[in-house]
């Protein structure tokens, strides 16, 4: 513990950060348990990938979980933050490719087993990396329980689940149109394909009809699919093409015969009204496909190579392909057109990528039976979206979702629990490996592909509190409370772990779903690497210190809204600690050779009842913000009542009592002080957790941590509206007799008497105010009256609400050097403006100069007339 009485000079968070996080680590502070004398509350983190590096995403979403985190802690909860990591399969699986690169191999030469060895290997070496960068933002978490997607008790509930689903029917493998990335050679769901608005064209394509001298016309985006065309549609209402329905077209650059078939899948009033159909590479055509059982003909292959389906282009990139194809067209006179086109176009969400819809055979997820009870969730309201809007999206998603395809082509991650038999052909789905088939064969092969990363953080809730076992742990904390995350994965992970906790517990994973939205850079853009623009909060912590970036990312933040980035910002929350800071020195100061006294009200003066009376106000407004999710609204209350009322009022009209001679005077005052600072330190601990424990280390406190100690009830009796108005009433006279002061550059040596003209009810309340004053106004002595009878004619007036105030003016000013002052000013501004005026007069300038220079002579002379009725108020005013 730190000496209570002794304080840095200065704040430096390098020597306060580190030392007390280990702090926190070694007294168990952040380890809950199951306590039923206790009300639980948990928050499991979304899993940073092991690949990951600390970025600004990463500091706002887990400075509002440590933020929530630690005041449930301070209320009493057994709050558990579960924290873990997401093996990540597809951003693991190509570090590691990277670095067999390097080496001169491929996964290939390693095979699967020492793949993995490597695998395992890069994990122990950097997974931890951003477990560690975690720490320096000030998480909480309860790292005793640290988790991992690939650990033992994950794969076992990932196993059970996919176990239990294909029981249910509700998991099947089957030949379908999926998302493949022929860059990560793997299927992705729909979820992992981001969509981007690109230049394309429309190829406007003849196919001659057979046997006549007709030929249909169509258009596509991606001729080298044409390759693998088994039909063109119409619409079956489209009376320019009823005599052609049933006939056949000739494919050209194929020469294969395939159907004209009707479908009311085409739109008629769209182009020509003729498509073609391939069902081997659009979702749409593989519907239109099964509906009419046409053979499925895949042209490409796994790297998005022309395979031997596709007659002369194979071999080709498909890139090179379509060129070909399209110049084919061209010499054969069946190319018509070529028009531009902006199309969104799939890219993989890792790789970027363009995605290529190819048939395949995969393992899916039936998702209409899983979707249903979790819309029903959202619906009834006990799963809440904060803010409300972004359930529309969830229902949009889930109400019009697909089939999940959840294999990936991949080693690193949860291999399939599918076994095939070599001899019969059966596929057995089994938790351990059968030792035979129920053909008596043991040649059995496990599926080589892996599942999708998001399949075992949907059940994260869940499996990380020892699902499927019964553990005490699970029975007590779950539903989890909150979940906290970026609106950018609602349908990644939000609707999966919503599913898979009510398919598999029957009960929600958690009761409310806070978004919030990204940090941005100062001019409103994304960072990315592609622009440069990205911050990284480890250089920001090294110089500002954890606490300014944590309190710059939540001032400000409101819930689903997007933020923007400016140093200025932590900069200022940087002053800010130093602020408290020095506050906590000056007081601590005053406390070495002082007796606190026991708190006796009627000996109060209004500002201590005023200061206690707005802190709780404080305390019940910041609580109140919390439970709402607003916590931006929150750190900026705090920040105000810290800076304005305490600091730069409350310490300051204190200041006469602390050095004089009144030991009672000067023990209430510091009473005051030590319990309104005491208190503030424990509203602002979550959003500034580091700063907030040293000083608290430093001040007379029972608790020895800040993290232990009790959130601050509210005192009704304590809430002195009366005093807060009074205090209002002095607070705003002090200010109008400063403003003046300030505009007449009075300098703050100079004393002035003051007349104040006030009811007779106020006036003892200002009488009892002198001291505050004298020392923030400046005022040399204070004389109140209740009328304005005999008010020197020359004397200042300013109105207040409750107060008409009267400062002679020879007390401020010396009439005759303020007078020559001021004809100089007079002087000064005359020639300003003639030379001003000169030009505007000027045609030739005016019309030859460029507009922004005349604009500014312009906005000159405005400035300069308005300067000089100011002087002239003033002269007007001393030469009375």
């Given amino acids: 513990m730190a000496n209570k009485q002794s304080l840095a000079k200065t704040y430096d968070p390098k020597q306060v950060e580190d030392r007390l996080y280990r702090q926190w680590e070694e007294k168990g502070y952040f380890h809950a348990v199951v306590d039923d004398n206790k009300e639980p509350f948990c928050i499991v983190i979304p899993p940073p990938n092991i690949t990951g590096k600390l970025h600004m995403g990463h500091a706002l979403d887990n400075t509002l979980q440590d933020i929530i985190i630690r005041w449930k802690r301070m209320q009493g909860y057994s709050a558990l933050w579960l924290p873990g990591t997401d093996h990540a399969s597809i951003a693991t699986e190509v570090k590691i490719v990277e670095q067999?690169?390097?080496?001169?191999?491929?996964?290939?030469?390693?095979?699967?087993?020492?793949?993995?060895?490597?695998?395992?290997?890069?994990?122990?070496?950097?997974?931890?990396?951003?477990?560690?960068?975690?720490?320096?933002?000030?998480?909480?978490?309860?790292?005793?329980?640290?988790?991992?997607?690939?650990?033992?008790?994950?794969?076992?509930?990932?196993?059970?689940?996919?176990?239990?689903?294909?029981?249910?029917?509700?998991?099947?493998?089957?030949?379908?149109?999926?998302?493949?990335?022929?860059?990560?050679?793997?299927?992705?769901?729909?979820?992992?394909?981001?969509?981007?608005?690109?230049?394309?064209?429309?190829?406007?394509?003849?196919?001659?009809?057979?046997?006549?001298?007709?030929?249909?016309?169509?258009?596509?985006?991606?001729?080298?699919?044409?390759?693998?065309?088994?039909?063109?549609?119409?619409?079956?209402?489209?009376?320019?093409?009823?005599?052609?329905?049933?006939?056949?077209?000739?494919?050209?650059?194929?020469?294969?015969?395939?159907?004209?078939?009707?479908?009311?899948?085409?739109?008629?009033?769209?182009?020509?009204?003729?498509?073609?159909?391939?069902?081997?590479?659009?979702?749409?055509?593989?519907?239109?496909?099964?509906?009419?059982?046409?053979?499925?003909?895949?042209?490409?292959?796994d790297a998005g190579r022309m395979n031997d389906k596709a007659g002369k282009y194979e071999g080709m990139d498909r890139y090179e392909a379509r060129k070909a194809v399209v110049k084919d067209l061209e010499s054969l006179g069946l190319l018509l057109k070529i028009e531009d086109h902006k199309h969104n176009v799939?890219?993989?969400?890792?790789?970027?990528?363009?995605?290529?819809?190819?048939?395949?055979?995969?393992?899916?997820?039936?998702?209409?039976?899983?979707?249903?009870?979790?819309?029903?969730?959202?619906?009834?309201?006990?799963?809440?979206?904060?803010?409300?809007?972004?359930?529309?999206?969830?229902?949009?998603?889930?109400?019009?979702?697909?089939?999940?395809?959840?294999?990936?082509?991949?080693?690193?991650?949860?291999?399939?629990?599918?076994?095939?038999?070599?001899?019969?052909?059966?596929?057995?789905?089994?938790?351990?490996?059968?030792?035979?088939?129920?053909?008596?064969?043991?040649?059995?092969?496990?599926?080589?592909?892996?599942?999708?990363?998001?399949?075992?953080?949907?059940?994260?809730?869940?499996?990380?509190?020892?699902?499927?076992?019964?553990?005490?742990?699970?029975?007590?904390?779950?539903?989890?409370?909150?979940?906290?995350?970026?609106?950018?994965?609602?349908?990644?992970?939000?609707?999966?772990?919503?599913?898979?906790?009510?398919?598999?517990?029957?009960?929600?994973?958690?009761?409310?779903?806070?978004?919030?939205?990204?940090?941005?850079?100062?001019?409103?853009?994304?960072?990315?690497?592609?622009?440069?623009?990205?911050?990284?909060?480890?250089?920001?912590?090294?110089?500002?210190?954890?606490?300014?970036?944590?309190?710059?990312?939540?001032?400000?933040?409101?819930?689903?809204?997007?933020?923007?980035?400016?140093?200025?910002?932590?900069?200022?929350?940087?002053?800010?600690?130093?602020?408290?800071?020095?506050?906590?020195?000056?007081?601590?100061?005053?406390?070495?050779?002082?007796?606190?006294?026991?708190?006796?009200?009627?000996?109060?003066?209004?500002?201590?009842?005023?200061?206690?009376?707005?802190?709780?106000?404080?305390?019940?407004?910041v609580t109140d913000n919390l439970n709402k999710y607003e916590l931006g609204l929150a750190a900026q209350k705090i920040y105000d009542f810290a800076w304005n009322e305490f600091c730069d009022w409350y310490i300051e009209l204190v200041k006469p009592r602390l050095n004089g001679n009144d030991a009672q005077a000067k023990g209430t005052a510091l009473y005051t002080l030590i319990y309104v600072l005491s208190n503030t330190l424990k509203l602002l601990h979550p959003f500034m957790p580091f700063i907030t424990e040293e000083l608290w280390q430093h001040l007379p406190n029972e608790e020895e941590s800040i993290m232990v100690s009790s959130w601050p009830q509210v005192i009704p009796k304590e809430i002195n509206l009366q005093a807060e108005a009074d205090m209002e009433a002095i607070m705003e006279a002090i200010r109008s007799i400063r403003n003046v002061r300030s505009e007449m550059d009075v300098p703050p040596s100079k004393r002035a008497k003051l007349i104040l003209v006030c009811k007779k009810d106020d006036a003892g309340l200002f009488r009892n105010a002198d001291t505050y004053f004298e020392k923030l106004a400046g005022v040399s002595e204070i004389e109140i009256r209740h009328d304005k009878a005999g008010i020197p004619e020359n004397a200042m007036s300013l109105i207040t609400a409750r107060a008409e105030m009267f400062i002679p003016l020879e007390d401020l000013i010396d009439f005759d050097k303020e007078l020559e002052r001021l004809e100089k000013e007079k002087a000064r501004l005359e020639k300003e403006l003639a030379r001003v005026a000169g030009k505007l007069s000027n045609n030739n300038f005016v019309k030859k100069a460029p507009a922004a220079v005349v604009e500014e002579e312009r906005e000159k002379q405005r400035k300069y007339k308005d300067m000089m009725d100011k002087v002239m108020v003033q002269i007007s005013k001393l030469k009375v």
């Fill in 346 to 621: 799939g890219e993989c969400y890792r790789c970027g990528t363009t995605v290529e819809p190819i048939v395949s055979k995969q393992w899916f997820v039936k998702m209409k039976p899983l979707a249903e009870p979790a819309i029903d969730a959202v619906r009834s309201g006990k799963i809440r979206f904060i803010p409300e809007r972004f359930s529309k999206i969830y229902f949009n998603w889930m109400e019009n979702i697909k089939d999940w395809c959840i294999s990936r082509q991949l080693w690193w991650g949860h291999r399939i629990p599918a076994y095939y038999c070599d001899s019969c052909g059966e596929t057995i789905i089994a938790a351990e490996k059968p030792l035979k088939c129920s053909c008596g064969s043991e040649q059995l092969r496990q599926d080589e592909d892996v599942l999708d990363t998001w399949f075992s953080s949907a059940l994260w809730p869940f499996s990380t509190l020892g699902w499927p076992e019964e553990t005490e742990e699970l029975k007590y904390f779950y539903p989890t409370n909150v979940l906290v995350t970026g609106y950018d994965i609602i349908f990644f992970w939000v609707a999966r772990m919503i599913f898979s906790g009510i398919e598999h517990l029957n009960e929600v994973p958690f009761r409310d779903v806070f978004i919030h939205g990204i940090v941005r850079d100062s001019e409103g853009r994304k960072m990315s690497k592609s622009l440069g623009n990205g911050i990284d909060p480890l250089e920001i912590i090294d110089k500002y210190g954890a606490d300014a970036l944590r309190m710059s990312l939540t001032v400000g933040n409101s819930p689903g809204n997007d933020m923007r980035f400016y140093y200025e910002k932590v900069e200022a929350n940087r002053n800010f600690a130093n602020k408290l800071w020095n506050a906590t020195r000056f007081i601590l100061m005053n406390l070495q050779n002082a007796e606190l006294d026991s708190i006796k009200p009627e000996k109060m003066e209004i500002a201590d009842k005023w200061i206690i009376s707005r802190y709780n106000q404080l305390a019940g407004e």
């Fill in 100 to 301: 067999l690169e390097k080496e001169g191999l491929t996964k290939n030469d390693l095979g699967r087993e020492k793949f993995l060895e490597r695998a395992w290997e890069w994990k122990e070496k950097y997974g931890g990396r951003i477990v560690e960068q975690l720490k320096k933002l000030g998480s909480s978490c309860d790292w005793q329980r640290e988790r991992f997607t690939l650990d033992e008790g994950c794969s076992k509930a990932v196993t059970e689940v996919f176990v239990r689903l294909y029981n249910k029917g509700l998991i099947y493998r089957g030949d379908r149109i999926i998302n493949w990335c022929p860059d990560c050679r793997t299927a992705l769901s729909d979820a992992e394909v981001e969509y981007e608005e690109q230049q394309g064209h429309f190829w406007h394509i003849a196919y001659p009809v057979k046997d006549s001298k007709e030929r249909v016309v169509l258009a596509t985006t991606r001729p080298e699919t044409m390759l693998g065309d088994t039909a063109v549609a119409v619409h079956p209402e489209d009376k320019r093409y009823q005599h052609l329905i049933g006939k056949t077209v000739i494919l050209p650059l194929m020469n294969r015969e395939i159907p004209i078939i009707a479908d009311s899948y085409v739109d008629k009033d769209f182009g020509t009204g003729v498509v073609k159909i391939t069902p081997a590479h659009d979702p749409n055509d593989f519907e239109v496909g099964q509906r009419h059982n046409l053979p499925v003909i895949r042209v490409m292959d």
